[in-house]
């Protein structure tokens, strides 16, 4: 429903597109470090204010019809074998991405791309039929703490798809990705972890920060605590290596 409200100025068939970048390094969780092409779409149905892709959907500070143009899945694809895909993982950040999974643009792009294509989810939407079969990875980021302070619980933290992505981990096809300002917020994920019944194992902690020494200090302060927790931890790569 939330896609048909954002699709107005969006023609079916297309999807829009803020970014399309690589090849880089993955930054972050379980896959760090894999070659990737990374294809950022616009629109997000939460508003966190640390968020580091304000221009997918701000449109207090953005027109989005600038920063996100609609393009087709042929242009889209073709973009994404310019930056990488072909070799390595395509991931398909956000915003939200899932918002799109509905349209038949979605559906030809992820026929089209090559090789083994990744998700970055908020975790608000359960993914249908079709992306769960074509999907090989999604990280699930559900919104705590400081990252969650925008947007109401319930809109944040939806039960019944943290289920589904919860049987999805099990089956190693998703990890949780947390980003945790502090100690607080580590413990907020805990009982987010505890309450879903989400696989340890399958939940990665990522300090919040955008520049280098700001989280490096953030991951300092929480590392020996996600390691009590029986969590794994996420570095941030592409800010180490001034890559995008
Ligand atoms: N290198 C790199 N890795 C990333 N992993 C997740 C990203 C994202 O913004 O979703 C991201 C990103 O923007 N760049
Ligand atoms: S869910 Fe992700 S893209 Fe959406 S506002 Fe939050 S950080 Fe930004
Ligand atoms: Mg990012």
Not at 85 to 104: D, F, H, N
Not at 150 to 170: E, H, N, S, T, Y
Not at 220 to 235: C, K, L, P, Y
Request: proline share 7%; aromatic share 6%; charged share 20%.
């Amino acid at each position: 429903m939330e896609m048909l409200q954002i699709a107005g100025t969006v023609p079916e068939d297309r999807l829009p597109v803020q970014e399309i970048f690589g090849p880089v390094p993955q930054g972050e969780g379980p896959y760090t470090g894999r070659r990737a092409c990374f294809i950022r779409l616009g629109r997000c149905n939460l508003h966190c204010p640390p968020c580091d892709s304000k221009r997918t959907w701000d449109t207090s500070r953005y027109d989005l019809a600038q920063t996100c143009p609609p393009r087709t899945a042929e242009d889209i694809v073709e973009a994404a074998g310019e930056h990488g895909a072909g070799a390595g993982i395509v991931v398909i950040s956000g915003g939200e991405p899932l918002l799109w999974q509905r349209t038949t643009a979605w559906h030809r792009m992820l026929t089209a791309l090559p090789g083994d294509v990744h998700v970055e989810t908020n975790g608000t939407i359960s993914p249908n039929e079709f992306t769960t079969g074509r999907i090989a990875h999604f990280s699930v980021s559900p919104k705590i703490g400081r990252m969650g302070a925008a947007d109401p619980a319930k809109r944040r933290i939806r039960p019944a798809v943290l289920a589904d992505f919860a049987v999805l981990a099990g089956q190693g096809k998703a990890a949780f990705k947390f980003v945790t300002a502090d100690a607080a917020d580590v413990e907020e994920a805990a009982r987010l972890v505890r309450d879903h019944q989400i696989p340890h194992d399958r939940v990665w902690i990522m300090p919040l920060g955008d520049e280098s020494a700001a989280w490096t200090a953030a991951g300092r302060d929480i590392v020996a605590q996600v390691m009590d927790h029986g969590f794994n931890f996420s570095g941030r790569l592409h800010l180490t290596l001034g890559v995008r």
